[in-house]
């Protein structure tokens, strides 16, 4: 019976991740079709972002998108000197307009969400970008995703990648980041959308107020992306698009401590369980039960004298085809060098992901 299970959930992962690669493979550089000029409202959540907003502001004034467009920056109840940056930046730029929470709400499960809330009910366009304060966008960024969308475009995500050193602490971040860009795009592609990132996100203002935005969401720590478009691809007639232009990749910060990282990760995985559809709740549960057999086969094997093939095999498996989906990837994305580091970050993601997990289901991580 055990090699019964290892060899399903083994052979899962295969066909999941041979499924993503065959999905990389087909994402191209969308064809830019000129239709009538849309107008954007870009609305950027914040809390505590003093050490990378005058970067982002300053990235985010020097835009060449050309046709009506506006930046509305949401102050989330910030401690730090945050309103002050943002309150000084809008003074001097026309385009760019303050929100500012007030202290005395009260405080809620996914308070990015409602921040994203306030500022789309004050956006005055049609369409709504949304980036997070600590991303740093190209000068191109806005007018790439905005080329993405035609009559039937409704959603459009934009790719994405971690900054940082050559340390190992960020090559982790990098290449999960890289994976988790393949894995948006592969599903968009393929008619699938399975993650979203709402660190370069677009969707029509309509859309978002006819599946009542946020409503159902606000009790979950995170959904302000993944679980907002699978909400909206529900709706008849809505067409989505991945945007793979390399000229407009978002760049992140990744974090710089592992406890950070972790904490990240639990959050991330917080609402692993309570996603609508139940077939998307089963295929996270077996890439999770795939996982758990990686951390723990090794001690089985030291310990209770399993043999030792029971973990090796699926493991260099899992490689194999890591190795083959994030180097399509890689190349796509121009980011060929971090393979170099995958070797290590293999042994590094199994147990980050198997310990994570329980942390973020009983919400035992702090975020900001």
């Known amino acids: 019976m055990s090699v019964f299970i290892l060899i399903v959930i083994s052979g899962f992962y295969a066909f999941l991740i041979l499924f993503f690669s065959v999905g990389i493979l087909k994402t191209k550089k969308r064809s830019v079709v000129k239709t009538s000029p849309l107008s954007v409202s870009v609305v950027v959540p914040m809390r505590n972002e003093e050490e990378f907003l005058p970067r982002t502001l300053k990235a985010l004034a020097e835009q060449d998108f050309e046709g009506d467009w506006e930046v509305i920056l949401v102050n989330d109840r910030s401690t730090d000197a945050t309103p002050e940056i943002i309150e000084d930046f809008c003074k001097k730029n026309n385009l760019f307009r303050c929100l500012h929470l007030d202290h005395s709400l009260p405080d809620v499960e996914g308070p990015k969400k409602r921040a994203l809330e306030y500022g789309f009910k004050e956006a005055k366009y049609e369409v709504l970008l949304i980036m997070d304060a600590d991303c740093m966008p190209s000068k191109t960024w806005v007018s790439s995703m905005l080329d993405c969308f035609d009559e039937n475009i409704q959603i459009v995500q934009g790719a994405k990648k971690n900054t940082g050193t050559a340390s190992i602490l960020h090559r982790v971040q990098q290449l999960e980041t890289l994976g988790f ?177 329980p942390f973020g289901w009983l919400g035992l991580f702090k975020w900001k």
């Not at 959050?267 to 996270?284: E, T």
């Not at 899992?318 to 170099?340: P, S, T, V």
């Open 181 to 357: 860009t393949a894995i948006e795009a592969a599903g968009y592609t393929l008619g699938v959308p399975m993650l979203a990132s709402a660190a370069s996100l677009a969707y029509r203002k309509d859309l978002f107020f006819k599946v009542n935005g946020f409503e159902d969401l606000m009790g979950y720590s995170s959904g302000d992306d993944d679980m907002l478009i699978h909400k909206m691809i529900q709706e008849e007639g809505v067409g989505y698009c991945y945007n793979l232009d390399p000229n407009a990749i978002m760049k992140t910060a990744p974090v710089d401590s592992w406890k950070a990282l972790f904490y990240q990760r639990a959050r991330w995985s917080s609402n692993g369980a309570k996603y609508q559809n139940p077939f998307y709740v089963l295929l996270l549960s077996l890439i999770y039960s795939f996982f758990v057999w990686l951390f723990v086969s090794p001690w089985l094997a030291l310990f209770l004298k399993f043999p030792w093939q029971w973990f090796w095999a699926p493991f260099l498996m899992k490689c194999m085809l890591d190795f083959i989906f994030l180097g399509i990837a890689a190349f796509k994305l121009e980011q060929k060098k971090l393979l170099f580091s995958l070797p290590l970050v293999e042994f590094i993601q199994v147990p980050m992901i198997v310990l994570s997990v």
